[in-house]
Nanobody, 117 residues
């Protein structure tokens, strides 16, 4: 199973910013949609934001106004700009992709984002 390649993340103080990147390998021929999920310790994985190739974007209410998702125009790479980070944003962030609008089937290994107060 192909795996998405994530980069970015790290440790930042509250109020700081981080950027995440994700690239889909060439072995995934067609991509319909890509997104970012996150999972905090003891919590379920939740959708942060996603983007449909040549379509619109969706942002979770919890990060709206602070996070921005964008693509590179090819449909094979996405970015997550995170501003005004808060301790509750601390989580492992996962990139996801699908070939059809029927649930995400490809995932990255996850990247840790830690926000200190």
């Amino acid at each position: 199973q192909a795996q998405l390649m994530e980069s970015g993340g790290g440790l930042v103080q509250a109020g700081g910013s981080l950027n995440l990147s994700c690239v889909a390998p060439g072995s995934i021929f067609t991509i319909n949609q890509m997104g970012w999920y996150r999972q905090a310790p003891g919590k379920q994985r939740e959708l942060v934001a996603d983007i449909i190739h040549k379509g619109g974007t969706n942002i979770a209410d919890s990060v709206k106004g602070r996070f921005t998702i964008s693509g590179d125009g090819t449909g094979r790479a996405i970015y997550l700009q995170m501003h005004n980070l808060q301790p509750e944003d601390t989580a492992v962030y996962y990139c996801a992709a699908n070939r059809r609008p029927s649930g995400y089937e490809y995932w990255g290994q996850g990247t840790q984002v830690t926000v200190s107060s």
